[in-house]
């Protein structure tokens, strides 16, 4: 790992979808955002929620799996299937907790090299991602030029501003002073430090969406009442939404990964000064396609903007394009038809693993 330590041995959760071609080169990895996982697309027996970018993956979609044969990968430190802090420690007996190791962004796309040329694949025809999965887009750009046709890195960043890490520290000492969190043993308590989970996830939420969107979503329209309490209940739609999302997330997501992952984001910087941008940038030959949000205030268009001038100043090969949207950061995952024609036109274009 980047920070010298080890670890092993590793579980790689993954879905593919489609078929890899004779010639092994029609492969498209997909990396996960901040909170996703392998489950990109598709209904999974007895469960009712798809994939989180099943608009996207499948038959005559954007990532057209008549065509593609299209890759996920949960993370390293993950906490869907892959190795992370709620993984048993074979030097111990227990789980990982804090034990487990610092990740970086490098380091998880390292595991998905070994994945990617475990299933036979030597050259991926594009890596995309969104959010944090950009970041891996272009961790894989730098790490493995000649692994990579096409990278497709959206609402992203090459570096946290000091803002987002703020946000990232808030959302830690929301989870870490819960009294159930335990030192990051909580599950051998029984418990889960859903207090500040949850507190995490409602004030990252806010951040995925735009001003505009939640005004126009909900206003100031009260939840189940007609005037408001006088009291410290959830008197506002608003706070009733975030309350649910928070709650929700709490079923699903392990506050230890959160920590990690939240930790890996902070340390991305893969052009610390204009030295380490051209040696990092360099041997770098694939097409690159940068998409931004009007409304993201996460990732900004200033910040997608930084990274095309440094592409441009090193004569890479670059389209960008910024989408006129009131959906905020969380419009990567969605269905703005604008963005869905252009990933579809620089695939259709870009997409071939020469």
Not at 98 to 123: S, Y
Request: negative net charge; contains cysteine; hydrophobic residues 40%.
């Amino acid at each position: 790992l980047d920070s010298g330590a080890t670890l092993g041995p590793v579980t790689l959760a993954y879905e593919t979808y489609g078929t890899l071609s004779p010639e092994r080169d029609n492969a498209v990895l997909i990396c996960h955002a901040l909170t996703g996982d392998a489950h990109v697309a598709g209904v999974h027996a007895g469960k009712d929620d798809p994939g989180w970018w099943d608009d996207f993956v499948g038959p005559g979609r954007v990532f057209d799996t008549d065509r593609h044969f299209v890759i996920c990968s949960n993370l390293i430190a993950g906490c869907s299937g892959s190795t992370g802090p709620g993984s048993l420690n074979p030097a111990t007996g227990r789980a990982y907790g804090l034990d487990f190791p610092m990740v970086t962004t490098a380091d998880m796309v390292r595991a998905q090299r070994a994945l990617v040329r475990h299933l036979g694949v030597t050259r991926l025809r594009a890596v995309v991602g969104g959010s944090v999965g950009g970041m891996q887009a272009l961790q894989w750009a730098l790490d493995y030029p000649d692994a990579v046709a096409s990278c497709v890195i959206i609402a992203s960043t090459t570096r946290l501003s000091a803002q987002n890490i703020a946000f990232n520290a808030v959302s830690r000492q929301a989870i870490m002073t819960d009294p159930d969190f335990h030192d990051g043993r909580y599950a051998e308590h029984g418990v889960i430090p859903h207090r500040g989970l949850a507190t995490a996830r409602m004030m990252a939420h806010i951040t995925y969406l735009s001003e505009e969107g939640l005004q126009v979503k909900f206003g100031r329209s009260l939840q189940d009442r007609d005037r408001v309490s006088y009291g410290f209940d959830r008197d506002f739609a608003v706070e009733s939404y975030l309350h649910h999302q928070g709650t929700k997330f709490v079923r699903r997501f392990d506050a230890n990964t959160y920590l990690y992952l939240t930790k890996a984001m902070d340390y991305f910087d893969p052009f610390p000064d204009a030295a380490a941008a051209a040696r990092a940038l360099e041997p770098v030959g694939c097409n690159f396609l940068v998409c931004s949000f009007s409304s993201d205030w996460r990732f900004d268009t200033s910040r997608s903007l930084e990274l095309v001038q440094t592409l441009l100043r090193h004569d890479k090969h670059v389209a960008f394009q910024e989408f006129r949207t009131a959906l905020g950061h969380d419009a990567f995952l969605l269905d703005v038809p604008a963005y869905k024609a252009t990933l579809k036109a620089f695939l259709d274009r870009h997409g071939r693993a020469r």
